[in-house]
C-alpha cells in the first residue's frame, strides 16, 4: 500500500515546490536535467569505488571461509549478506548506467521516450508493480500542452529518483564510514565532465555555442570561442556541411576539396602518365591502394569535423577513432609506397619490409579501436607505434644506399623531402603550436598550469593537441580541491576554538556559536565552489576594446586557424607524395629499360 502511495505522489503532475523566482517549465526540467545527469555521474564512481572496498574485504573473508568447521557458518553468513546487498547496488549501478546512456542520447530531444525510460527503471529499481502503475497512471486529458504535462512529470519524476538514490547514498556511507570522505571526494569531482549539458543542448538548438558554453567533455581548443555546433540530431550534423558560418566550416571543406583532387588524380592524371603505360599489376595496385588511403584519410577527417561536437558522446568518440584510423592508414600505405619504390630491385627484401609495415599498420588498428590503448599508460605504446613506421620508412633509405650508393639514394629521396615531408612538417609547426589562435587579443581567454602552448609531432598524429576539456577538468578539480582544504582548515580552526572556550563556559551558551560556525563554513564553501563554476562556465566570453579589430585576430573562429592550416598543409603533402611515387616509378622504369 505504501508502495502505491508513494508512485501515486511520484506520477502526479505537480512538481515539487522550489525555492526562488518561478521559472518556465522548460527551462526549469533543463536544470533538473543537469543536476541529476551530473548526481548520476558522481554516485557511478562512488558505486564503482565502493564496489572495489566491498571486493577487497570479501577476499579475506573468502580466505576466512577456509577456516575449521567451526568458524566456517558465520563467515558464509556475513558473505551472503554482503552478496545479498551487492547485488542489489550492482541493479542500481547499471540502471543508473542505463539512464545516463539515455539521457546523454535522447535529453530534451524527445519528452516521452525521456520520461518512459525514467519510469521504467524507477520502477524497476524500487519494485513498483505493473498494475500498480497501470492504475494510478493519470488517463485522459490535462490543462496545458502535452509538452508541458510530460515536464512536469519528468520534474517530479526525478524528485522521486533523487530521494531513493540519497538513501542509498547514506547506506553505502553507513557501511564504509571510513572511506567515505576519500571515495566521495572523487565521485564530487568525476561528475562535472558533463556539467551544462542539457543547457547546451537546449541552447544549440537555436544557435550555434560559444566555447565556455560547451560541457568540459566536448572542448578541445580553448582559443577557438565562437561557432560550435551542439546536436543530438545526425540530420543537423549532416546539413551543417553546408553551412558555411560555424567553426568547423573549413576543416570540412579543405578535405572535401583535397578528396575531390585525390579522384581526377587518381581516375584522370594517372591514367595519361608514362608511368601507367610501362608499370605492371603491382605497380598499379600500389598506386591504387595509396590512393585509396589518402582518400580514406581524407574523408574520415570530413566525418570527424562534421561529428565533433554531436551532443551523443559515444558515437562523437567513434567518429574520432574514424578519424584515427585515417590517419594510420595513410602513414603506412605511404610507408609501404615508399618501400616499395626504393626497394623495385630487391623483391626478397621487399617482401620482409612490406610485411613488417603491413603488421605495424593492423597493430594501429588496434591502437586506435581499443579503449584499453587510449589510457594514459598506453600513451608509451602508441609513440612506438609511429617511431616504429618511421623507422621502417628511415631504413629503406639505408638499404637504398647500401646497395645502389649514397648520391643514388638521395637523389632517389630527395623528391619526397622537399614535395611531401616538408609540407606536414610545416602543418605540424602551425598545428601544435595553435598558431595563429594562441595569439589573438579580440577576448580574454584564461590560461593556467595546464595550458600547453606547444606540441611534438607525435601528439599532433596521435590526436593530443586539442585536449584542453580534459586540461580543464584538471584544474577545475585542483581548484575545488584547494579551496576545500581552506574550508576544511577553517572549520578545525573554528572546532579549535569553540573547543577552547568550551573549557570556559558552559555548553549551552556555547551552542550556537557552533552551529553559526557551521552554517558560516558552509555558505563560505558554496560561494567559492560557485566562484568556481563561474569561472570555467561563464555566461559570455569577455570582449577586449580590440574585438572589432581585423589585427585581433577574431576570424580564427572561422578561417585560418590552426588546424585549418594543418589540413591545407596534409592535403599538399599527399598530393606532393602522389607526384612522387610517379616519378619513382618513371625512374625505376627507366633503370629496367636502361639495364636491357
Known amino acids: 500500500m505504501s508502495s502505491q502511495t508513494e508512485l501515486r505522489n511520484r506520477l502526479h503532475v505537480t512538481p515539487p515546490p522550489s525555492s526562488g523566482s518561478a521559472k518556465a517549465p522548460e527551462e526549469l526540467l533543463v536544470e533538473k536535467l543537469d543536476a541529476f545527469l551530473l548526481s548520476i555521474e558522481q554516485r557511478l564512481h562512488s558505486f564503482e569505488t565502493y564496489f572495489q572496498l566491498t571486493g577487497a574485504e570479501d577476499s579475506e573473508l573468502d580466505a576466512g571461509s577456509k577456516q575449521p568447521q567451526s568458524r566456517r557458518s558465520s563467515t558464509v553468513l556475513v558473505l551472503q549478506m554482503k552478496e545479498f546487498s551487492r547485488s542489489n547496488l550492482n541493479k542500481v549501478y547499471e540502471q543508473l548506467s542505463t539512464v545516463k546512456d539515455q539521457m546523454l542520447k535522447t535529453s530534451i530531444m524527445n519528452l516521452e521516450y525521456l520520461y518512459k525510460t525514467l519510469d521504467d527503471k524507477y520502477t524497476d529499481l524500487f519494485d513498483l508493480e505493473d498494475d500498480e502503475v497501470a492504475d494510478i497512471v493519470p488517463s485522459g486529458g490535462s490543462n496545458g500542452s502535452n509538452t508541458d504535462v510530460l515536464t512536469k512529470k519528468i520534474i517530479t519524476n526525478l524528485h522521486f529518483f533523487e530521494e531513493k538514490l540519497l538513501q542509498i547514498d547514506a547506506y553505502i556511507k553507513s557501511k564504509t564510514p571510513l572511506a567515505t570522505d576519500a571515495y566521495e571526494e572523487d565521485a564530487k569531482f568525476n561528475r562535472f565532465r558533463f556539467f551544462n549539458f542539457n543547457k547546451a543542448l537546449k541552447t544549440g538548438q537555436s ?41 568547423e566550416t573549413w576543416n570540412i571543406w579543405t578535405h572535401i576539396l583535397g578528396g575531390l583532387a585525390m579522384v581526377y588524380l587518381g581516375l584522370f592524371h594517372y591514367p595519361q602518365t608514362s608511368a601507367y603505360a610501362n608499370s605492371s599489376f603491382g605497380d598499379n595496385v600500389i598506386m591504387i591502394v595509396f590512393l585509396l588511403a589518402s582518400l580514406k584519410c581524407l574523408v574520415s577527417s570530413v566525418l570527424w569535423h562534421t561529428y565533433s561536437t554531436f551532443a551523443h558522446l559515444t558515437i562523437r568518440n567513434r567518429f574520432a577513432c574514424v578519424d584515427y584510423t585515417g590517419i594510420t592508414v595513410l602513414v603506412t600505405c605511404s610507408v609501404i609506397s615508399a618501400e616499395y619504390c626504393s626497394l623495385y630491385n630487391y623483391p626478397k627484401l621487399l617482401a620482409s619490409f612490406m610485411t613488417f609495415s603491413i603488421v605495424a599498420g593492423l597493430g594501429g588498428f588496434a591502437f586506435n579501436w581499443s579503449s584499453y590503448f587510449d589510457r594514459p599508460e598506453c600513451r608509451p605504446l602508441r609513440i612506438g607505434f609511429y617511431v616504429c613506421l618511421a623507422a621502417l620508412g628511415a631504413s629503406t633509405f639505408l638499404c637504398k644506399w647500401y646497395y645502389d650508393g649514397f648520391f643514388s639514394a638521395v637523389t632517389f629521396y630527395a623528391p619526397l623531402t622537399y614535395r611531401s615531408f616538408v609540407w606536414y612538417w610545416i602543418g605540424v609547426i602551425f598545428y601544435g603550436g595553435l598558431i595563429p589562435e594562441r595569439w589573438r587579443y579580440d577576448v580574454i581567454i584564461h590560461e593556467d598550469e595546464t595550458c600547453h602552448h606547444a606540441h611534438s609531432a607525435l601528439e599532433v598524429l596521435m590526436g593530443n593537441i586539442e585536449n584542453c576539456g580534459e586540461e580543464e577538468l584538471q584544474t577545475l578539480t585542483n581548484e575545488i580541491k584547494s579551496k576545500q582544504r581552506d574550508v576544511d582548515q577553517s572549520r578545525r580552526n573554528s572546532a579549535a576554538t569553540i573547543a577552547t572556550m568550551e573549557s570556559e563556559t558552559s555548553y549551552h551558551s556555547i551552542e550556537p556559536l557552533d552551529n553559526a560556525s557551521e552554517t558560516s563554513s558552509e555558505e563560505s564553501d558554496e560561494v567559492k565552489y560557485k566562484e568556481i563554476l563561474e569561472k570555467h562556465f561563464p555566461e559570455r566570453p569577455r570582449l577586449t576594446p580590440y574585438h572589432n579589430d581585423f589585427l585581433s585576430l577574431w576570424w580564427v573562429d572561422y578561417a585560418f586557424q590552426s588546424h585549418n592550416l594543418w589540413h591545407i598543409f596534409v592535403v599538399f603533402g599527399v598530393i606532393g607524395h602522389y607526384f612522387c611515387i610517379v616519378e619513382m616509378f618513371e625512374r625505376n622504369h627507366m633503370e629496367i629499360l636502361g639495364n636491357l
Open 207 to 247: 544557435k550555434y555555442l560559444h566555447y565556455y558554453q560547451l560541457p568540459l567533455s566536448w572542448r578541445e581548443n580553448r582559443y577557438i570561442i565562437n561557432g560550435y555546433r551542439f546536436s543530438l540530431s545526425h540530420n543537423s550534423m549532416l546539413q551543417s556541411i553546408f553551412h558555411f558560418n560555424h567553426n
